[in-house]
């Protein structure tokens, strides 16, 4: 049977070293040259490592409780500025200005 070898979830860390870094949030965004490992997480703490073709990355911490309740995307009122513009010409009538400031 065929085996998938094209990565391998690792422990290259001590898991005192892992947990006491990731308290502090102390992991930095980018290569670590004491673990060996890069670091993809902007939060400080990360979670699982991978191993790609001896390449180690350290994927970000998951989170321990998702709420099911802010787990949906919600659409949020258009300003009353564009609900006069009907087609791409009519937006081409507003001076520039006004475009940039507002909605880029």
Wanted: aromatic content about 12%; charged content about 35%.
């Amino acid at each position: 049977m065929y085996k998938q070898t094209l990565y391998e979830i690792i422990e290259p860390i001590k898991r005192t070293t892992l947990s006491r870094l990731n308290k502090g949030k102390k992991w930095e965004y980018g290569y670590n040259k004491e673990h060996d490992v890069v670091v993809i997480s902007k939060t400080g703490q990360i979670g699982e490592v991978y191993k790609i073709q001896n390449l180690k990355i350290a994927l970000p911490k998951s989170p321990g409780k998702i709420s099911k309740a802010t787990d949906k995307w919600t659409p949020e009122e258009y300003p009353k500025q564009l609900k006069g513009i009907k087609s791409i010409f009519d937006w081409r009538d507003y001076p520039e200005g006004f475009k940039k400031t507002k909605f880029q």
